[in-house]
């Protein structure tokens, strides 16, 4: 399932939201168009991508968060893809 997770100056995680019903348009703009790339683990949410978000999920921005979309499966930090290769 994906998730909108963000972490405080303290790099502390201060959200965690799950997001149900991604359609795969909706994946690709949130992922910057490029979905079939993503290999497990944060990326940054783009000022986009926040809008798509709090219109279609109703999510608050605040100023001082970092915000990431994220992908889980049973728990947060287990992602899912295979390792980038060096």
Known sequence: M??????????????EQDLD???????ARLLDGHPGEYRGGDVALS????????????IRFEPDVEYFLSYFRDYPGQVVGPPLQP
């Not at 019903?21 to 994946?27: F, K, W």
């Open 21 to 27: 019903g991604i359609g795969e348009e909706e994946l």
């Open 47 to 58: 000022a986009e991508g926040r809008r798509l978000l709090a219109d279609s999920h109703g």
């Open 2 to 15: 994906w998730a909108v997770t963000g972490y405080g100056r303290d790099e502390s995680l201060v959200f």
